[in-house]
């Protein structure tokens, strides 16, 4: 059963414009989120996080928006950059203790922006 | 020079033979992770120790074992490989305080 879904496996979008990732997610004791980047040919990055705690967080281009009571998480870029085309990962933690402290990642999502 | 490295990265063995990728690191974390990626399947987790005294089973561990030589090093070993495990295959690491993941180039294995 897969508990973390990104449900789109690919997304286009033009330079400049707002680039939207989706994630959703099935088990509520999840709570903490993260969004990883991977490029071809090398392992993913870490790009941000947030806590169950914030429904929002920010770094530069980069904004995570949380809605716990959908169980949804949304990746936000502005502006879009051709750099940024990347596969995005959402990943999803459990409480603290015992074997929830890994994590759980979506399928990934394809993210093409076009100059 | 790379905080996380992975040997060999690329590799082709036969089915039936033994084969280890090993994975150091530099970043003075103490847990380390193997996972691989299939097409479509995203990461999955194969392996994953807290300390060097700590090993657990991750959701796809049927076919492969582990070893954590030291706080720096965690090798990862297909007893008798087979083609299905063909894959890309990523060492992680992470600090005891923190969530954030931090990968390793990869290695991709293909079993023919």
């Known amino acids: 059963d897969q508990q973390v879904k990104q449900n789109s496996p690919s997304l286009s979008v033009q330079e400049g414009r707002i680039s939207i990732l989706n994630c959703d997610y099935t088990?509520?004791?999840?709570?903490?989120f993260l969004w990883y980047k991977k490029y071809p040919a090398e392992g993913p990055t870490f790009l941000i996080s947030?806590?169950?705690?914030?429904d929002k967080n920010e770094d530069g281009r980069f904004t995570v928006f949380l809605n716990k009571s959908a169980k949804h998480l949304s990746l936000h870029i502005v502006p879009s950059q051709p750099g940024d085309s990347a596969v995005y990962f959402c990943?999803?933690?459990?409480?603290?203790?015992?074997?929830?402290?890994?994590?759980?990642f979506g399928k990934g999502t394809l993210l093409t922006v076009n100059p | 020079d790379a905080d996380v490295t992975q040997t060999p990265r690329n590799r082709i063995t036969k089915t039936g033979k033994r084969i280890m990728l090993e994975c150091s690191q530099t970043?003075?974390?103490?847990?380390m992770y193997w996972y691989r990626q299939d097409p479509g399947l995203g990461l999955r987790l194969i392996y994953y120790?807290?300390?060097?005294?700590?090993?657990n089973k991750g959701e796809i561990s049927d076919g492969y074992s582990v070893s954590r030589q030291a706080q720096a090093k965690f090798s990862l070993s297909l007893e008798s490989a087979i083609p299905n495990q063909t894959a890309l295959y990523f060492c992680?690491?992470?600090?005891?305080?923190?969530?954030?993941?931090?990968f390793g180039p990869g290695t991709r294995l293909t079993v023919t």
């Open positions: 990943a999803a933690r459990g409480n603290s203790g015992g074997s929830n402290y890994k994590l759980t």
């Open positions: 992680a690491t992470s600090d005891s305080n923190k969530d954030e993941q931090y």
């Open positions: 970043k003075g974390h103490d847990r």
């Open positions: 947030i806590s169950s705690i914030k």
């Open positions: 120790s807290f300390d060097v005294k700590d090993i």
């Open positions: 088990n509520s004791m999840f709570d903490y």
